[in-house]
Structures are given as C-alpha cells and as structure tokens.
C-alpha cells in the first residue's frame, strides 16, 4: 500500500521513509551491510495506523477481546519488524535457517520490483497471493545478497 501515490499526509510520510529504504539505506546494489540495521524511521512509520487500528479494536469489541486483539497485532508487528531488519543484516543468526533465507530472498525481490511480494516482514505471503503480488524466487546460496530471480514455472 505505501507505494500508492496518495494526498494523505500519513501515507505520504509513511511512502517517504519506505522508499528512503529502498534508494538511500538498501538499494538493490546494497542489500546486506554489517549490523547495525538503518531503520530511518520506519518502525515508527505506521505507529499512528497501528494506534488507530487499537482504538477501533477498543470500539468495536469487548475489553477482552480488544486487549487480545491488541497483544496479537503487537506480536505480529514485532515478529515482522524484527525479520525484516536482520534480512538486511550481513552475518545475521538467522541465515542458518533454510526458511529465513527463503523469505529474505523474497523481501529482496520486493527491492528489485517494487510492486511484489510485498508480504508484511516475510512472515506469511498470504496477502500478496489473495492480491496476485506473489513470486516465487530461486534461491541461490552462492550469493545471497543479490536480487533472486523470478522462478519460471515449467508447463506441463
């Protein structure tokens, strides 16, 4: 969504500090550097969005449905946040795992067409397959720092 050209403030705030990740902190040339990660402001970015979900949460649903709705969207916020930093962090402890490299492979394929896989921090690309914004990349273990290429499905 914040790469809609739009004349709401927040999302104007929100599109300038994603694409100052994605122009100025990690461009496609520069995927990975040492720690630490250059956030630029954009985990605060989506703060008053998020705020706004809650007191709608708070609205709409009884206390303790709102609290728990709140403590999942907290979770979920987190979990994303912190993957999407250590896929751009060189050496990060997660590169062991065979799912992390997967999913960073396909954040960094977001860096090279804008537009795809835009899935929140790589947790689950269930929102960019419902909106046809999913692709599927080769992995290549020999270089991971590189923009993945698309997969080309055989016919069959």
């Not at 994603?18 to 902190?25: F, S, V």
């Not at 709608?56 to 912190?82: G, H, N």
């Not at 690309?125 to 992995?139: C, L, N, S």
């Not at 290429?149 to 055989?154: A, D, L, Q």
Request: charged letters at 20%.
């Amino acid at each position: 969504m914040s790469h809609i050209r739009t004349n709401i403030p927040l999302w104007k705030q929100i599109n300038r500090i994603h694409m100052a990740h994605h122009k100025d902190h990690y461009p496609v040339s520069s995927l990975l550097k040492p720690e630490p990660y250059i956030d630029g402001g954009g985990s605060w970015a989506f703060g008053p969005l998020i705020i706004m979900f809650w007191v709608v949460f708070f609205l709409v649903f009884r206390p303790k449905v709102a609290v728990l709705m709140i403590v999942e969207s907290a979770s979920f916020t987190y979990a994303s946040d912190y993957l999407h930093m250590h896929f751009h962090i060189k050496g990060s402890h997660l590169e062991k795992y065979d799912w992390f490299i997967q999913r960073r492979y396909r954040h960094f394929y977001h860096h090279g067409a804008l537009r795809m896989n835009m899935s929140l921090g790589g947790i689950d690309p269930i929102a960019d397959k419902t909106f046809g914004t999913y692709v599927e990349v080769i992995v290549d273990p020999a270089n991971k720092s590189k923009v993945p290429r698309r997969k080309i499905e055989k016919i069959k």
